[in-house]
Protein backbone atom coordinates (compact mmCIF):
# COMPACT_ATOMS: atom_id res chain seq x y z
CA UNK A 1 0.00 0.00 0.00
CA UNK A 2 2.57 2.15 0.69
CA UNK A 3 4.74 2.09 -2.88
CA UNK A 4 1.21 2.90 -4.04
CA UNK A 5 1.38 6.44 -2.20
CA UNK A 6 4.25 7.00 -2.57
CA UNK A 7 4.10 6.15 -6.59
CA UNK A 8 0.65 8.43 -6.72
CA UNK A 9 2.19 11.22 -4.88
CA UNK A 10 5.23 11.42 -7.40
CA UNK A 11 2.58 11.29 -10.34
CA UNK A 12 0.94 14.10 -8.67
CA UNK A 13 3.43 16.49 -8.56
CA UNK A 14 4.57 15.19 -12.30
CA UNK A 15 1.59 16.10 -13.46
CA UNK A 16 0.91 20.10 -11.59
CA UNK A 17 4.87 20.84 -12.04
CA UNK A 18 5.52 20.86 -15.94
CA UNK A 19 8.77 21.91 -17.06
CA UNK A 20 7.21 24.85 -18.67
CA UNK A 21 4.48 26.47 -16.63
CA UNK A 22 2.86 29.67 -17.60
CA UNK A 23 1.29 31.48 -14.63
CA UNK A 24 0.19 34.83 -16.14
CA UNK A 25 -3.06 36.18 -15.76
CA UNK A 26 -4.65 38.63 -18.81
CA UNK A 27 -2.82 41.78 -18.08
CA UNK A 28 0.18 40.25 -17.08
CA UNK A 29 0.20 38.54 -20.77
CA UNK A 30 -0.53 41.83 -21.87
CA UNK A 31 2.67 43.25 -20.03
CA UNK A 32 4.50 40.68 -21.18
CA UNK A 33 4.20 41.01 -24.62
CA UNK A 34 4.55 44.82 -24.84
CA UNK A 35 7.82 44.00 -22.84
CA UNK A 36 9.76 41.44 -24.94
CA UNK A 37 10.48 37.64 -24.95
CA UNK A 38 13.36 38.02 -22.11
CA UNK A 39 11.38 40.18 -19.32
CA UNK A 40 8.45 38.04 -19.84
CA UNK A 41 10.11 34.79 -18.79
CA UNK A 42 11.47 36.70 -15.72
CA UNK A 43 7.55 37.63 -14.98
CA UNK A 44 6.46 34.74 -16.05
CA UNK A 45 9.38 32.76 -13.16
CA UNK A 46 8.47 35.73 -10.82
CA UNK A 47 4.91 34.61 -10.78
CA UNK A 48 5.62 31.46 -10.40
CA UNK A 49 7.96 32.34 -7.43
CA UNK A 50 5.55 34.00 -5.76
CA UNK A 51 3.02 31.41 -5.84
CA UNK A 52 5.46 28.32 -4.36
CA UNK A 53 4.84 30.34 -0.75
CA UNK A 54 1.04 29.78 0.03
CA UNK A 55 1.43 26.27 -1.62
CA UNK A 56 4.25 25.50 0.72
CA UNK A 57 2.69 27.01 3.59
CA UNK A 58 -0.89 24.63 3.21
CA UNK A 59 1.73 21.90 2.21
CA UNK A 60 3.41 21.88 5.87
CA UNK A 61 0.05 22.38 7.37
CA UNK A 62 -1.80 19.19 5.75
CA UNK A 63 1.33 16.99 6.59
CA UNK A 64 1.58 18.05 10.39
CA UNK A 65 -2.22 17.44 10.43
CA UNK A 66 -2.06 14.27 8.36
CA UNK A 67 0.70 12.92 10.86
CA UNK A 68 -0.76 14.03 13.69
CA UNK A 69 -4.10 11.87 12.94
CA UNK A 70 -2.21 9.55 11.56
CA UNK A 71 -1.07 8.65 15.36
CA UNK A 72 -4.05 8.26 17.26
Partial sequence: ???YCV?????????C?????????AMCTKTAQQL???PALGLNN???YLMLAP????GVIAY????????E
Fill in 46 to 48: GIL
Fill in 55 to 58: FAVV
Fill in 64 to 71: RWWKANRA
Fill in 1 to 3: MNK
Fill in 17 to 25: LPLCSIAQC
Fill in 36 to 38: GEK
Fill in 7 to 15: AFFYGLIAI
